[in-house]
């Protein structure tokens, strides 16, 4: 691991795959799913970057000294606002057609306008309304993007928010928000179906390859197929537990823990 400087991380992870990661935490506490994962995916014409992170400080020139060259593909795993706020340092931006008109616009960052920290004030330049890129591309499931001598894949993974995707390619899934050890965000319990079908249709992608290596958008990274299995069972429990939630005013959803998991569990369902 490289510190580029007082914010970014750099790993890397594969020959082929790299992380620039960063804490979310810096922003506002209560946000614990450290570090934020972004992945960059080395072809041998074109690279992918896979999200955008918080946009507290210029992303673009450490990416630029990366793929040293090649054609760069910029990719949103959904429009959550800790993955989308770089968007603007680059031209063009590509995310599922379900989430394409929220970062289309302006995104509206007031509600962390009185974090208790202090790198918050960095969003005050744009008036805590984050500009997005010149140019939004729609995602469809199973696209695929030629890198070169790489495929990557498109998957369409709604659960998380109705425009989360994952990526694969070979051996390796990149998870997004839709799997990964910390906090998760659940939509309310009427729509865990569409979540649990999502982590079944994952697990048998995982299932056909040996040595799966899954690549999460926070916390532990890289991690096996049994980071899918456990979330899948203990999202299964959450009604025998329903009993122990307790309310968190600050997200205005229903928190319970679990054993590898907080479930954050939203009162209003996906837009």
């Known amino acids: 691991m490289k510190q580029i400087n007082k914010h970014f991380k750099l790993t890397k992870l594969d020959t082929r795959v790299f992380s620039i990661q960063e804490n979310i935490s810096e922003i506002h506490p209560i946000y614990r799913n450290d570090p934020l994962n972004l992945y960059i995916v080395l072809g041998s014409k074109r690279a992918i970057l896979l999200d955008t992170g918080c946009g507290l400080y210029p992303l673009k020139p450490i990416v630029k000294d990366i793929i040293e060259g090649r054609e760069l593909i910029v990719i949103n795993s959904h429009a959550h ?3 989308i706020l770089g968007n603007h340092e680059f031209e063009e931006v590509y995310i599922h057609k379900n989430e394409a008109n929220i970062i289309k616009n302006y995104y509206n960052l007031t509600f962390l306008r009185n974090s208790p920290r202090k790198s918050v004030k960095k969003y005050e330049k744009y008036n805590f309304l984050i500009p997005p890129a010149d140019k939004i591309l729609n995602l469809h499931d199973r696209d695929i993007f030629d890198l070169g001598d790489l495929n990557v894949e498109i998957i369409h993974a709604p659960g998380h928010s109705l425009g989360s995707i994952c990526l694969k390619t070979n051996n390796i899934l990149f998870t997004g928000d839709v799997a990964y050890y910390g906090d998760i965000f659940l ?3 009427s729509e ?16 056909k390859y040996e040595d799966i290596i899954l690549f999460p958008s926070h916390c532990k990274s890289p991690c096996s197929i049994k980071l899918l299995k456990d979330l899948m069972n203990e999202i299964k429990s959450i009604n025998k537990n329903w009993e122990l939630r307790i309310f968190d005013n600050f997200f205005d959803a229903w928190r319970i823990n679990s054993k590898n998991f907080t479930f954050i569990i939203s009162e209003k369902k996906n837009k």
């Open 81 to 83: 606002w800790d993955h």
């Open 187 to 189: 939509p309310p319990r």
């Open 192 to 207: 865990f179906p569409i979540v649990l079908k999502t982590l079944s249709d994952l697990i048998n992608i995982s299932e």
